[in-house]
Nanobody, 116 residues
Framework: QVQLVESGGDLVQAGGSLRLSCAASGNIFRINTMGWYRQAPGKQRELVAT???????AIADSMEGRFTIDRDNAKNTMYLQMNNLKPEDTAVYYCNARVSLTETYWGQGTQVTVSS
């Protein structure tokens, strides 16, 4: 089992920045890939960014250049740095940890609201 706890969501003005955190615990040595997803009201959950066990990262095209994913292995924590936020970035942001195609874990989500 893997437990994930997100934090850092907040209300911010357009153009502002936020740094989300995802603290992982449990059998974290089994995790292959971690990532951030988001879900806006009335929309499907979408992939934001991923980071592999080896440290390779990927950012969704629409967020490239504004969002950065990284991690602190000593703290078992993954981060999402979001800059130049836009109202359309408003969503619940979820942390994800994938052990295999059939074993994946989710955090409870953290709300990000960007006002115009």
């Amino acid at each position: 089992q893997v437990q994930l706890v997100e934090s850092g969501g907040d209300l911010v003005q357009a153009g502002g920045s936020l740094r989300l955190s995802c603290a992982a615990s449990g059998n974290i040595f089994r995790i292959n890939t971690m990532g951030w997803y988001r879900q806006a009201p009335g929309k499907q959950r979408e992939l934001v960014a991923t980071i592999t066990r080896g440290g390779s990262t990927a950012i969704a095209d629409s967020m490239e250049g504004r969002f950065t994913i990284d991690r602190d292995n000593a703290k078992n924590t993954m981060y999402l740095q979001m800059n130049n936020l836009k109202p359309e970035d408003t969503a619940v942001y979820y942390c994800n940890a994938r052990v295999s195609l059939t074993e994946t874990y989710w955090g409870q989500g953290t709300q990000v609201t960007v006002s115009s």
